[in-house]
């Protein structure tokens, strides 16, 4: 498969996740509320969205993406701290 296609694949499977988690998101029953979902419903809704992270997954492996990345917050501490470097003044030995 072409890198353009994966990427056209990739938005396919995003879209698909966000679609999914909203519908889910405004069906969640609230404190006093039964689910207007079947328990039957919920399960398929668990596997299509399991299918989904899977494909993400090989995607992204596909195209040698790391899934492993996270967002970073401004203020958040750095497990390391970058340094410069002062080249020194070229020395002639004699």
């Known amino acids: 498969m072409e890198e353009k296609e994966l990427l056209k694949e990739q938005q396919i499977m995003r879209a698909m996740r966000k ?25 398929n809704v668990r596997m299509c969205l399991g299918l989904i992270a899977a494909r993400e997954a090989e995607l992204a492996e596909s195209l040698g993406l790391s899934r492993n990345e996270r967002p970073h917050y401004t ?7 970058p340094i410069q470097f002062i080249p ?6 004699h």
């Open 19 to 43: 679609t999914l988690t909203s519908v889910v998101r405004d069906c969640a029953p609230r404190a006093d509320q039964d689910s207007p979902l079947t328990e039957q419903t919920i399960e």
């Open 75 to 81: 203020d958040e501490v750095k497990s390391a701290e």
């Open 88 to 93: 020194t003044a070229s020395r002639k030995d």
